[in-house]
């Protein structure tokens, strides 16, 4: 069964840290274009970055440059996401999505189904 599961969210004060995981099972990651998204309350889902299959690029959307870092261990099929210097607006569920098509699809979420997205993993900033 191909699945995708988010975790390591949590409540955690502005300035902190949290690292989030997103683990497949079913397929292989690392042979596809892997992306963390989020959807904040009332607001719509975002592309917060995206890290390749073949050559480890990377994407970061332009609030989160300098603060996130996009990572993957292949040996345990999974892709992370570090935060830090978190602010209360980086309050949102966060989402885990592959494979993907291609970055693009980091940019324009909305462009993706609502099918696709799973339960994803609350982050709490408190100010």
């Known amino acids: 069964q191909v699945q995708l599961v988010e975790s390591g969210g949590g409540l955690v004060q502005a300035g902190g840290s949290l690292r989030l995981s997103c683990t497949a099972s079913g397929f292989t990651l690392d042979k596809y274009i892997t992306g963390w ?7 719509e889902r975002e592309g917060v970055s995206c890290i390749s299959a073949s050559d480890g690029s990377t994407y970061y959307a332009d609030s989160m440059e300098g603060r996130f870092t996009i990572s993957r261990d292949n040996v345990k099929n999974t892709v992370y996401l570090q935060m830090s210097s978190l602010k209360p607006e980086d309050t949102a569920v966060y989402y885990c999505l592959a494979p993907l098509l291609d970055f693009s699809l980091c940019v324009s979420p909305s462009r993706l189904p609502e099918e696709v997205w799973g339960q994803g993993t609350l982050v709490t900033v408190s100010s």
Do not use: H, N, S, T
């Open 37 to 43: 998204f989020r959807q904040a309350p009332g607001k």
